[in-house]
Structure formats: C-alpha cells, structure tokens
C-alpha cells in the first residue's frame, strides 16, 4: 500500500510493506522499548503539526523540544511504530 499528500498527490509516496515476516514484531518492539523513532519527516512547522496531528487524536510520545539544531517530536503511530517529526532551526543553518 502507498500513501501520498493530499496536498500533493503526484509528490512523494511512502510504501508500507507487510509486517508479516516472523523478524519484524521483535525488531518493532526493540526500537519502541529504547525510544528509537522507526522513521524521520522533516515539517515546517512542528507546533502547528503537534496542533493538527493532536486534533485527531495522535498519541505523541515526546512533546516537540529542541534537540540542537532541530526541534523534534515523536509519536506512536498505532502499528508498533515511533515515527520522529523535526523541524529545523536557525541554527541549524549558523
């Protein structure tokens, strides 16, 4: 299965695999135990998303905090995953 923006329908897609290989439910679990994001997507603006994204009830994990050049957040997408927002800061370009 794919999923694009609705905002960009020909951008980028993400392809979702299977999670049926006897591998995937230890791995999964492991990253989530020690707090590792399963994949990272750079925002514009991470309050506004934290905003959006909590309207339909995303449960986020850690709060948006800055992290050096960034500002991050995470949350537990509902299928086992930790999934990391950032957003780049003014000093990142310094």
Do not use: W
């Amino acid at each position: 299965m794919t999923v694009a923006s609705s905002e960009d329908p020909d951008g980028p897609e993400l392809l979702f695999e299977p999670s049926e290989h006897p591998a995937v439910k230890p791995y999964k679990d492991a990253l989530v135990a020690d707090g590792i994001p399963a994949h990272s997507f750079q925002v514009v603006n991470l309050d506004a998303e934290r905003k959006r994204l909590g309207e339909l009830d995303v449960e986020f994990v850690v709060e948006p905090m800055d992290a050096g050049p960034v500002r991050m957040a995470v949350f537990d997408d509902t299928c086992g995953n930790l999934i990391q927002l950032i957003e780049m800061t003014d000093t990142a370009a310094a």
